[in-house]
Every structure is written in C-alpha cells, then in structure tokens.
C-alpha cells in the first residue's frame, strides 16, 4: 500500500532551525515534493526532490534518501511567519494517475517568539 | 494574472442536494487535478485530466463523484446527493503537463454538508 508519514506537530523558536522529517512507502517513487499551507490558503511549492542528496533554497533545505523512503525539510533562521502545515507529498508512476501525488496529512509547525 | 482559481469558497448544503465546483486553471495548463482534504487528513486524489485524454477517476470516492473539463479548460466537479462525509475541502490543482512539473493549487472549496 501507500504510505507517507510525518510528524503532527512541532514547535520551535524564532531564530532556531527546524527538521521536519518524512517517511514513505510507495509502490514505486517519482519524486517528493515539499508544500507550505498556511491555515485557509492554498498549499504552496517549496521543494522538489527526485535525487538523492540535498536541496538548498534560501533558507529552506530538502533532502532525499530513495534507498531508504527518507526526506526532511530544514527551515534555518525561523521567523513567525514560518507558522504553518508542511506537507511531504510523493509522486508514484504506478499509482493512478501516475502523475498525482500522494500526501501525508501534514506537520503543523509553530513558532514562537 | 493569475493563479489558479476556485469558486465557491464556501458552500453550505443540506444532505441529498447536488453541488457543483468550478476550478479555473492557470492559462497553459494541461494538467488538473482534484484532491480532497478532510479535516485531520491529508489531501487524497479524486481525478485527474491530462490534455484531451480520458479522465483518471481512479480517485473518485463514490459514482457519486464526476468531473469535466470543457474545453481544455476549466473543470467542474460534482456531488450528486451530497452525504455528511463529503465535508472538507476540495482542491484544484494544476500544472504544465502530467509529469515532472509543480502543481499550482488554488484555494480551494470548503463544502459544508449538513
């Protein structure tokens, strides 16, 4: 079966670095995707991951490990507005659509001053 | 300029009616997509339309559930006989082409079955 999991919850400070880790079992990987969704919004694109290693964009960091069904997302230098649901999303070529994604149910992130 | 865009924002029904979405892709956009989120859930599937090919319905919960596209273009989802579990929050995505690219959602529908 399909299966993507992260944390519920985590809280953290300004300033701080935050990981946010991500474990899936897929019937087959296509790339991993990282959105941000603020409460009420639209999930928006962070990171796309579909090597192994690490992506650096600003101050968000993704990276992937496809031997072991492994991602995080690194937040640096939090800032309030950094308070949101982070979700890990996969694309699986042998699930439906093929180009859908499949999500996990989100890590609500908060931080604090 | 836009982004993607959905209407209604909220929409309150009684048990047993119909209701329809709309999702107004980015312009250019081959890809759309519908998923759902429930509360405490993360987004789930419904369908999918690539360019003028057939539909992936695979998604879709219940015969409940259908979707067109019109032209190429915007895509309306409808619930036929609305039941209590349909509440949540019904998202419309898109993106240049079926694969390797970053989905662009809208922000969404919150549908209220009461």
């Not at chain 1, 600003?58 to 997302?73: A, C």
């Amino acid at each position: 079966g399909q299966n993507i999991d992260q944390p519920t919850e985590m809280t953290a400070t300004e300033g701080a670095i935050v990981q946010i880790n991500c474990t899936y079992q897929t019937s087959g990987f296509n790339g991993l995707f990282w959105y941000q969704q603020h409460a009420g919004e639209a999930p928006t694109f962070l990171s796309y991951n579909v090597l192994d290693g690490l992506e650096e964009k600003g101050r968000f960091s993704s990276f992937l490990s496809r031997s072991k069904g492994y991602s995080y997302l690194l937040l640096k230098e939090l800032q309030m507005k950094d308070s949101a649901s982070y979700l890990c999303a996969v694309r699986d070529p042998y699930n439906q659509a093929g180009t859908a994604l499949i999500f996990g149910k989100g890590t609500t992130l908060s931080v604090s001053s | 300029g836009a982004g993607v865009s959905q209407s209604p924002s909220n929409k309150v029904t009684e048990k047993g009616k119909d209701v329809e979405l709309r999702c107004d892709p980015i312009s250019g956009h081959t890809a759309l997509y519908w998923y759902r989120q429930s509360l405490g859930q993360g987004l789930e599937f419904l369908i999918y339309f690539q360019g003028n090919s057939a539909p992936d319905k695979s998604g879709l919960p219940s015969d409940r559930f259908s979707a067109e596209r019109t032209g190429g273009s915007v895509s309306t989802l409808t619930i036929q006989r609305t039941q209590q579990e349909d509440s949540a929050v019904y998202l419309c995505a898109s993106s240049l082409q079926g694969s390797g690219n970053e989905q662009f959602f809208g922000p969404g529908t919150r549908l209220t079955v009461l």
